[in-house]
């Protein structure tokens, strides 16, 4: 049973961990990090995410416009562009050092320490992808949470709302992070199994046995 208990583990945190960053990588690139309602217009809703601005219609689309340059964002989006792009390469990283590392893969059998070494350096990259991708959303959430309910600015001013990408951002975070503790339990949790030491006994006694016979006159 411990076995297959193991490779099931392994198998499914990397599953995890693939869902986690697919959703890393869309995150980064939906515009709908943020959303705007005008109570004018109906019928337009505009959205911010980290490279565009766009505006939906309902009868024209989407049209979208790129950002003209980096340093006039706002600094959380600015530090959201830097922090998504680690949080893409540390999974991607991951993905590569923990399917090395698992015990399905036939390369380097004979070398489990350096499997095992990199099954745990891959869970570790998975949190850190998982925390440096949580990290710009929620900071984008809070930016957004302080602007709707500023008292300096004035009702009649349309407020910023949550957009989609916030909430599979969020997503992405936790499945990382859960992807890349189910791969460090299965490292934690390598036990020698009971056949092997049977095993092991046999042999030993085995080999005293045919000692005693060849001692003897």
């Not at 995890?16 to 809703?45: A, D, F, R």
């Not at 590392?101 to 499997?115: A, Y």
Request: hydrophobic fraction near 45%; charge should be negative; aromatic fraction near 10%.
């Amino acid at each position: 049973m411990a076995s297959l208990y193991q490779p099931v583990m392994q198998l499914s945190g990397i599953l995890v961990s693939l869902l986690g960053w697919v959703l890393s990588c869309l995150t980064t690139y939906l515009p709908q990090w943020k959303n705007l309602n005008l109570e004018l217009n109906e019928l337009e809703i505009w959205t911010m995410g980290l490279w565009q601005a766009c505006v939906v219609q309902e009868e024209g689309g989407m049209q979208c416009k790129d950002f003209d340059s980096f340093l006039a964002l706002p600094p959380e989006l600015r530090i959201s562009r830097i922090l998504m792009f680690f949080s893409n390469g540390s999974g991607l990283l991951g993905l590569l050092l923990s399917g090395f590392g698992l015990d399905c893969m036939k390369i380097g059998e004979r070398q489990q320490e350096q499997k095992k070494r990199l099954l745990l350096f891959g869970g570790m990259l998975f949190w850190i992808s998982g925390i440096t991708a949580i990290v710009p959303v929620s900071w984008v959430a809070h930016a957004t949470v302080q602007e709707f309910w500023d008292e300096n600015i004035p009702d009649i001013v349309p407020r910023w709302d949550f957009g989609e990408a916030l909430f599979v951002g969020w997503l992405a975070g936790f499945c990382l992070i859960l992807g890349g503790s189910l791969l460090n339990c299965t490292i934690c949790s390598t036990e020698v199994h009971p056949s092997s030491v049977h095993y092991s006994v046999a042999e030993q006694q085995d080999q005293c046995q045919c000692l005693e016979t060849e001692t003897r006159p």
